[in-house]
């Protein structure tokens, strides 16, 4: 039978796996990250928590920045072995990175539009914009930091181009490289010390530049302004994915949508009790089990439609994910940003620093697990330090923002008042 040959060539891949691309190596991985975790926890004065947040979405955070840490781990061997930036020879290696891509941009876009939805398209966008920026630049410019300061480092600080140059190289790295990563002081393949991974956020400031227009167009125009909206909506994404050097981009821009479907069925009671059934909690993990093994690769239609099936039974917290609720997944949920944005510096000089020792594929394992555990810490400190005190800044000003606000329409109220009122 085809179905059962196609199990036993999957298992027989397995028991030859190369051992950095072994789903054994993974599972260690996240057993040392959710150890390290756990150990964490006691020296958290309080644990952070908002008793209306989907703990299942949380702890699913964190398990995605972690298989996107273990997918660009081969990269950074083999980048050290022959100086090549080369795929996995796995699917399930390949997989453990651009499918948790594309979760990530369903749990950006889910989140946000069952805002818009909630409060029917009244987010409040002022507050939004600014809770926005203080969310994402803190610790990308930290980042962003390191990445320029290593970049001077290994150009031995001599200034390699012309200062025009140099300010706008390191200009554009600021700008969340929407207009490019370009190289910095002439070091070749710069994007290569974060692991290219900024990428992403342009996709993110895409939707996020773009919600209010949708939240409009969706929750508060008519039925055909609605239609003409989604046909412009199409016409872009069409004209932005003819006009990429990058054939996929359009596939790039498709999970969103995955998204904003779970937010639309995560609002409906009978759909909810459909996706929450055990038996569809176990579709779902074989679905898992399909993308992981089988799919076809990243953007591939087939392949979105599954994620987004996983992530809507993600959403409605069916107990298959019962694990990703968990004290310590949801506390690496929380520092999902820093180690995803920190995984690829980390890499990058644990393997300039240890390259002499790298021939040996036993010994990059062992160093994967003991970076995993450091990395997590890495993570947690620049969460405290640095994410958490820019988050809390954008919260004041928001309030601030609020108050002036609410003052100025209690005086237009007060200037507006009949006489003897």
């Not at 773009?210 to 055909?224: D, E, I, S």
């Not at 609605?226 to 872009?236: K, N, S």
């Not at 520092?335 to 620093?353: A, E, K, P, R, V």
């Not at 919260?395 to 609020?402: A, D, E, F, G």
Request: charged share 15%; aromatic share 14%; with cysteine.
């Amino acid at each position: 039978m085809p179905g059962t040959l196609e199990i036993v060539t999957v298992a027989e891949r397995l028991i030859r796996t190369d051992l950095l691309q072994s789903p054994i190596l993974f599972l260690a991985i996240l057993g040392v990250a959710i150890a390290t975790s756990l150990a964490l926890g006691k020296v958290e004065k309080r644990a952070e928590r908002n008793v209306h947040e989907n703990l299942t979405l949380e702890g699913l955070r964190g398990i995605l920045a972690l298989s996107v840490f273990a997918h660009h781990s081969y990269y950074f061997y083999h980048l050290r072995q022959n100086g090549s930036w080369q795929d996995p020879d796995t699917r399930f290696w390949i997989q453990l990175g651009q499918p948790a891509v594309e979760l990530f941009f369903m749990l950006t876009s889910y989140l946000f539009w069952r805002k818009v939805l909630d409060e029917k398209g009244k987010l409040g966008w002022t507050s939004y914009a600014i809770r926005r920026v203080f969310r994402l630049l803190p610790l990308y410019l930290f980042s962003i930091f390191i990445l320029i300061v290593s970049a001077l480092t290994l150009s031995k600080w001599t200034l390699q181009t012309s200062i025009p140059d140099l300010l706008g190289s390191v200009s554009r790295w600021i700008a969340l490289t929407l207009f490019g990563g370009p190289d910095v002081n002439g070091l070749k393949n710069t994007w290569q010390l974060d692991a290219g991974v900024t990428w992403t956020l342009r996709f993110e400031t895409l939707f996020y530049v773009f919600l209010p227009v949708l939240a409009f167009v969706f929750t508060r125009a008519k039925p055909w302004l609605a239609g003409i909206g989604g046909l412009v909506l199409t016409l872009f994404v069409w004209h932005y994915a003819a006009f990429s050097s990058d054939v996929h981009v359009y596939m790039k821009l498709t999970p969103f949508l995955g998204g904003i479907a779970a937010a639309y069925i995560s609002r409906e009671a009978g759909a909810v009790r459909f996706f929450q059934n055990q038996k569809i909690g176990f579709a779902a993990a074989l679905t898992v089990l399909a993308v992981l093994f089988i799919a076809p690769r990243g953007y591939h239609p087939l392949t979105v439609s599954a994620m987004t099936f996983i992530f809507i039974v993600a959403v409605v917290e069916n107990r298959v994910f019962a694990l990703l609720r968990s004290t310590s997944a949801t506390r690496l949920g929380r520092i999902s940003y820093d180690l995803y944005l920190l995984h690829g510096l980390f890499l990058w000089w644990g393997t300039y620093l240890l390259q002499s020792s790298l021939a040996s594929k036993s010994f990059y394992a062992v160093f994967l697990l003991f970076a995993a555990a450091i990395l997590v810490v890495i993570s947690w400190c620049a969460h405290h330090l640095v994410e958490l005190p820019g988050m809390r800044a954008g919260s004041r000003w928001t309030r601030s923002v609020k108050a002036r606000n609410g003052a100025n329409v209690v005086k237009t109220a007060e200037k507006s008042r009949p006489i003897g009122i």
